[in-house]
T-cell receptor, first 113, second 114 residues
Framework: AQSVTQLGSHVSVSEGALVLLRCNYS??????LFWYVQYPNQGLQLLLKYTSAATLVKGINGFEAEFKKSETSFHLTKPSAHMSDAAEYFCAVSEEGTYKYIFGTGTRLKVLA | KAGVTQTPRYLIKTRGQQVTLSCSPISGHRSVSWYQQTPGQGLQFLFEYFSETQRNKGNFPGRFSGRQFSNSRSEMNVSTLELGDSALYLC?????????????FGPGTRLLVL
C-alpha cells in the first residue's frame, strides 16, 4: 500500500531563509508525487508534480522538489521564503492509472518577519 | 477557463439529516474526485467518477454516495449525518485519461453537523 509521511507538522522560517519541507513516500510501484498548497479557507493548489521524467522538478512560486528513489523522498524547497508562502503544504502520492491520491498530514509553514 | 466550482460553500446541518453537495468541473474535464478533509484524519479520498460511472472508491461507509451527470457535474450525498461528518469536502477535476494529468481542486464545501 502506498503512504506518505511529512516530517514536521509545523515549520517556521525567517523571511528570506531557505524553506525545506520534508516528504517521504512508500510505494511498491513507480509513484506519481505531488506537492499542493492550501491557503486558509481555500482549496488545494498544485505546486509541482513528479511523473518519472526529470528528478528535479520546478514548480510555481519558486518552489522545487527533488525525487530521490534511494531515499524514497520528495522534499520541497524554496531558496528564499516570502511572507506570502505562509500556508499549509501537502505531499501526495498516487499510482499510475488512478486519481486516488494519498495525502500526507500536511506541514503548516510560518514565515517570520 | 473557469476553475472547479463547488456549491454551497458553507452548510450547517443537524445529526440524522442528509446533505447534497455539488461540484462543477473545469470545462472539458470528465473526471471528478471527492475528498474529505478533517483535522483528525486529514485528506481522504472518497470516490472518483468518470463518464457517469464510479471508477474508484475509498474506504467510507455506504452513507456516502455520489453520482455524475452527462455534463460531468457531480454531486455527493451523505445520508444520516453524524457529528464526525463535519469536514471540508473538496472536489477535484481532471481530463480523465490518467496520462500524467493533474487534478485541479475546487475551494471546497465546509459542512458543519450539529
Amino acid at each position: 500500500a502506498q503512504s506518505v509521511t511529512q516530517l514536521g507538522s509545523h515549520v517556521s522560517v525567517s523571511e528570506g531563509a531557505l524553506v525545506l519541507l520534508r516528504c517521504n513516500y512508500s510505494s511498491s510501484v513507480p509513484p506519481y508525487l505531488f506537492w499542493y498548497v492550501q491557503y486558509p479557507n481555500q482549496g488545494l493548489q498544485l505546486l509541482l508534480k513528479y511523473t518519472s521524467a526529470a528528478t528535479l522538478v520546478k514548480g510555481i512560486n519558486g518552489f522545487e522538489a527533488e525525487f530521490k528513489k534511494s531515499e524514497t523522498s520528495f522534499h520541497l524547497t524554496k531558496p528564499s521564503a516570502h511572507m506570502s508562502d505562509a500556508a499549509e503544504y501537502f505531499c501526495a502520492v498516487s499510482e499510475e492509472g488512478t486519481y486516488k491520491y494519498i495525502f500526507g498530514t500536511g506541514t503548516r509553514l510560518k514565515v517570520l518577519a | 477557463k473557469a476553475g472547479v466550482t463547488q456549491t454551497p460553500r458553507y452548510l450547517i446541518k443537524t445529526r440524522g439529516q442528509q446533505v447534497t453537495l455539488s461540484c462543477s468541473p473545469i470545462s472539458g474535464h470528465r473526471s471528478v474526485s471527492w475528498y474529505q478533509q478533517t483535522p483528525g484524519q486529514g485528506l481522504q479520498f472518497l470516490f472518483e467518477y468518470f463518464s457517469e460511472t464510479q471508477r474508484n472508491k475509498g474506504n467510507f461507509p455506504g452513507r456516502f454516495s455520489g453520482r455524475q451527470f452527462s455534463n460531468s457535474r457531480s454531486e455527493m450525498n451523505v445520508s444520516t449525518l453524524e457529528l464526525g461528518d463535519s469536514a471540508l469536502y473538496l472536489c477535484a477535476s481532471s481530463q480523465g485519461s490518467y496520462n500524467q494529468e493533474t487534478q485541479y481542486f475546487g475551494p471546497g464545501t465546509r459542512l458543519l453537523v450539529l
